[in-house]
């Protein structure tokens, strides 16, 4: 069973992102093929990166407590979700951060997108990829964006994400794909883990 940390892209208080979360956990409670743990920056409080050498020198390792606990927890995982939200065109800075403070751990994984805005956080999203792209991840095609009229009919007029069948069925799709290139990308890491056990 693939493992996937689904990450929660916002920490300020009243945010959105717990809306988005909930809906993600039902989805995954009805599947078989993956497993799915919320990683709520909330929880780990990380540091703004302030290291005194990038990590690609030191090997991956940080000198932070914190990063060193967040970036242990990303290296036990198969595959990501990161709930978006989008500031002036942009990711929260919390969420570019939490990439930040991992490196070697991210690398040859699967991640995928459910943002929420005015344009469903496209914007954020799309500079996000560039991101995992450099951390050697394979963000996937399929992404959610919960757009400003879901937004509003959820925030104003108590309707749920369920309400909206194109997003439900978005959630699935995305989840399939995410499982695809999980279990792909898992096993191409255990065969080079393997051989290179092998030539040790």
């Known amino acids: 069973m693939l493992t996937v940390g689904l990450i929660v892209g916002s920490t300020r208080p009243n945010r959105f992102a717990d809306t988005p979360v909930r809906w993600l956990v039902e ?16 929880d780990f409080a990380l540091p703004f990166f ?9 090997n991956g390792v940080y ?23 989008e500031y002036n ?20 994984k699967p991640i995928a997108f459910v943002g929420y805005g005015g344009v469903g956080a496209a914007r ?7 991101t995992a792209i450099e951390l050697q991840m394979a963000p996937i095609r399929h992404e ?3 757009a400003m009229e879901p937004y509003l009919g959820i925030v104003q007029a108590g309707r749920s994400l369920n309400d909206y069948d194109y997003l439900v069925r978005g959630r699935a799709l995305m989840f399939d794909q995410l499982v ?7 096993a191409a890491r255990q065969r080079t883990a393997a051989q290179s056990s092998v030539a040790a």
Do not use: M
Not at 27 to 42: F, Y
């Open 89 to 108: 065109h942009g990711p929260t800075a919390v969420l570019k951060n939490a990439f930040d403070s991992a490196f070697l751990e991210w690398q040859r």
């Open 124 to 130: 954020a999203i799309e500079a996000l990829r560039g």
């Open 144 to 146: 959610v964006n919960i």
């Open 180 to 186: 695809w290139w999980g279990e792909a990308l898992k």
């Open 50 to 58: 302030n290291e005194p050498a990038p990590p690609g020198y030191t």
């Open 63 to 85: 000198t932070d407590p914190k990063a060193e606990a967040w970036r242990k927890r990303i290296g036990e995982l198969d595959a990501f979700i990161a709930t978006v939200a």
């Open 27 to 42: 989805g995954a409670s009805a599947r078989s093929d993956l497993r799915l743990s919320v990683l709520d920056l909330r």
